[in-house]
């Protein structure tokens, strides 16, 4: 069975830094894509950032370049994403996803986790 | 990077159909068949309804199905549940990123 478990979110101040982690199982880790999507009180989804299976490919929203950084480490089954100078307008629950396919195929997202709650705020 | 335009909300009875609209541009939508719909209630993990704008997932019930013209997908909910009462975003692949819709509110009434 395919498990996605979000932790690291908090109540942390603008212009802080938190680290949010996503452990996984049941699926081959290495061989996926995973992605950060997150929603905002009362908002839809919003895509934060991916990264490729072997960690080499990332991409990351325009609300986001330059302040978070996605990595993953294979042998752990782990996804991370470290959040620095914070904002209020990242307040929101943080979703970890992974991509159904690779390549061209299944470019859309079959497990969610329960998400972790992040809120920025003095 | 704008969201995908969704009405806010739309409800219709139990046993009606209902549709959901999702516009986009010609870089996300109108660029490629790779539209997916995810039905979200709170403090649950989202779920996938329908992928590659028409496919349904393994499980989901076939009163669900996905539709595309132009810039614009669909989503239909035919045979309406009160199980269906949920909000539901809509999401497209744009070349090296994704970008969701705003989501939609269905109210079984």
């Known amino acids: 069975e395919v498990q996605l478990l979000e932790s690291g979110g908090g109540l942390v101040q603008p212009g802080g830094s938190l680290r949010l982690s996503c452990a996984a199982s049941g699926f081959t880790f290495s061989s996926y894509a995973v992605h950060w999507v997150r929603q905002a009180p009362g908002k839809g989804l919003e895509w934060v950032s991916s990264i490729g299976g072997s960690g080499i490919s990332t991409y990351y929203a325009d609300s986001v370049k330059g302040r978070f950084t996605i990595s993953r480490d294979n042998s752990k089954n782990t996804l991370y994403l470290q959040m620095n100078s914070l904002r209020a307008e990242d307040t929101a629950v943080y979703y970890c996803?992974?991509?159904?396919?690779?390549?061209?195929?299944?470019?859309?997202?079959?497990?969610w986790g329960q998400g972790t709650l992040v809120t920025v705020s003095s | 990077q704008s969201a995908l335009t969704q009405p806010r909300s739309v409800s219709g009875s139990p046993g009606q159909s209902v549709t959901i609209s999702c516009t986009g541009t010609s870089s996300d939508v109108g660029g490629y068949n790779y539209v997916s719909w995810y039905q979200l209630h709170p403090g649950k993990a989202p779920k996938v309804m329908i992928y590659d704008v028409s496919e349904r997932p393994s499980g989901v019930p076939d009163r669900f199905s996905g539709s595309k013209s132009d810039n614009t997908a669909s989503l239909t909910i035919s045979g309406l549940q009160a199980e269906d009462e949920a909000d539901y975003c809509c999401c497209s692949f744009a070349g090296s990123r994704w970008v969701f819709g705003g989501g939609t509110k269905l109210t079984v009434l």
């Open positions: 996803a992974k991509r159904a396919g690779i390549a061209t195929a299944g470019r859309y997202f079959d497990y």
